[in-house]
């Protein structure tokens, strides 16, 4: 894969394999069940090798990410921002409107498909969001919610080095989705692979911009930020898996018979 | 004979009796939804009527508090927050927890009053769940995506109490447990040292 995130892949499956043969955190006896019932339920069992990466992102972010989001938020107007911010999100709507009809959902992939089609032209390549005020609204979509919707088990959390709190799911369906990215795909040379990094710099800084107020909250109020995050990430999967699994809109036409709703 | 007619004759008349009363139970239920869906719009408005409003900032932090202490189960939260260790602490050590858990969240409360400016709440359709109503909202701030929060009210014990939100999926008390519990496991399940860190943390906030 010419792909600019292909030197990720090698050091994260060799840490990943790494993680597996040395820290694993010690399960509790099982006389103490309050102490297992917890330990099943935080499904952290390479917590000991998950807070090694977390510091080591920690320590990335103090440094690089989080000064190069405050400058972005202090140089670039915020209409600036927002209009990067959609254009971003427009790319990146090929992939949500794979993964809508992945999960075999015709409305959401209804949804995407006219995102796409009227933010590209009518919002001049996505600067502009119309699609919204138009009755398509964004909606979450990615290959680790796919994969869960077909049953995969997610298999324990993980905290990937750069990258951030995943799980063996997740991150298959991230591979998945750089894989159905037609933009990993499109042309070759230094200007196209120019291009390429410029759109993963610009989301890691329109992400991270972001989650600064955010992120500065939790960390001040949590007594162990990596118990914190770890305990919203792993809710907030499970609410978007909810979100598509529970989205059972008909496709039956507006002016059409309408079928009776259970 | 006649005891095995009477026997049916009360047989026949059970299930009517059971549909009776499954629903008169349904429509109980349909009115606390009522009731929870009311308390949580009427709780919503007091909260946009403050944060909207020009009160200076001293004045309008004792307003929150004030609603807060009113209508949320803030050492009922706390207890649960605690979880298994409740039970461990001593009592001087749970009153300790209490005051402690009461500050830190009214801080964390009344400091984000600057973010809510301009706050709306539209309030949805109540739903049963986990032996409380949820009461889904929606959110909107000016400048911001609309953001689903979800409000866990009790009605144990009288009136209707908050005793969880759950913003877009992820329930605050859940997270805040898996907080405690993960500091507790890392300094040997000792109540006290989790008293001083959030002593510490109280002490950073005000």
Redesign the interface.
Known sequence: MRHPLRFLLLPAATLALAAFQTGCAARPPASDKAAVAEYNQTNDPLEPTNRVFYAINEGLDTVILKPAAIAYKDVVPKPVRTHAHNVLANLSTPVTLANDILEAKPRRAGDSFMRLLVNTTVGLGGVFDVATGWGWPAHDADGGITLALWGLPNGPYLFLPVLGPSSPRNAGGLVADIGMDPLTWIGRGDVVSALDWSRYGLTALDTRAGLLDSLDKIKAQALDPYATVRSLYQQHRQYQIQQVRSDDRATVPAWFLQPSRP | MLKRRALLSFAALLPPLAVASRARAQEASQQQLAAATSFIAATAKEFTTVLNGAGAGAQRQSQLQAIVDRNVDVPGIAKFCL??FWRVASPTQQQAYLDLFHR?LME?ITGKVG?YKGVAIAVGKAAPREGAIDVPTTINRPGNPPSNVDWLVSGAGGGFKIIDVIV????MR??QR??????LS?NNDDVGA?IN??KQ?AA?QG
């Open positions: 979880g298994r830190v964390s973010e877009e999926g992820t329930s859940l997270t898996s907080d405690y519990y993960s500091y890392r989790l860190a959030l943390q950073r």
